[in-house]
């Protein structure tokens, strides 16, 4: 495997279900990021992981659940989710150079999420 | 006034010609510009990085920044139908140092 990869590609659940999406690393990143990207609306941050520690919460609703075991896996666990949850979620990563500010992020190809 | 600003388009531009993209952002400070090309139902893709005022050219492609004026811009030489795409721009603010804005994007449509 190459680049970023995302686990599961399309996911469709239920408002009741649990779910998980994970997301590896094959570029030997050390963060990772979680946006969420919904119809004809920019991309929006939801979680960044520098280091295996969470920097950044974008105020998601506690539904959303992020785990980051190590540098090159992330997961986003999912409970009781609402229809207006339904986007496309997106996994990147990029190396943190420590205070030097280049963050060429790269994507993975993101789960397509339904909720019903 | 929104972090980073784009004309959302569609913009239309004839196959050989020169298609322009152009995006502001707000925060002074800022040190990173990115452009990203989304195709419909696809990931943003990175394609051009830009950390310096001027320009800079990757095969086709040409960033320029002008950090005074706040915004940075990408040139399209000769389109091709396959550069319709939704481009994205992504800035670094110096306010945020984890972190990179997107603007909502620009459809670029490529007529034959």
């Known amino acids: 495997e190459t680049g970023v990869t995302q686990t599961p590609r399309h996911l469709v659940m239920g408002m009741t279900n649990k779910k998980s999406l994970k997301c590896e690393q094959h570029?030997?990143?050390?963060?990772m990021y979680w946006y969420k990207q919904s119809a004809k609306k920019p991309l929006e941050l939801m979680f960044v992981?520098?280091?295996?520690?969470?920097?950044e919460n974008n105020s998601v609703p506690s539904r959303f659940s992020p785990e980051c075991p190590n540098s090159s896996h992330l997961f986003l666990h999912l409970h009781t989710l609402q229809p207006e949850d339904s986007a496309l979620y997106l996994c990147?990563?990029?190396?943190?150079?420590?205070?030097?500010?280049?963050?060429?992020?790269?994507f993975g190809p993101g789960t397509r999420l339904t909720v019903t | 006034q929104k972090e980073v600003e784009q004309n959302s388009g569609p913009l239309s531009v004839p196959e050989g010609a020169i298609a322009s993209l152009n995006c502001t952002y707000s925060?002074?400070?800022?040190?990173?510009f990115f452009w990203y090309r989304q195709y419909s139902g696809k990931s943003p893709e990175l394609i051009m990085s830009?950390?310096?005022?001027g320009d800079k050219e990757d095969g086709r492609f040409t960033a320029q920044l002008n950090k005074a004026s706040q915004y940075v811009s990408l040139l399209i030489r000769d389109s091709q139908p396959s550069d319709s795409a939704t481009y994205l721009c992504?800035?670094?603010?110096?306010?945020?140092?984890?972190?990179?804005?997107f603007g909502s994007g620009t459809r670029l449509s490529i007529r034959p």
């Open positions: 990147a990563s990029s190396q943190d150079l420590g205070g030097a500010s280049y963050f060429e992020q790269y």
């Open positions: 570029l030997g990143h050390n963060a």
């Open positions: 992981y520098n280091f295996k520690e969470q920097t």
């Open positions: 925060d002074r400070g800022s040190q990173s």
């Open positions: 830009i950390y310096s005022n």
């Open positions: 992504a800035v670094n603010p110096y306010s945020s140092a984890s972190k990179i804005i």
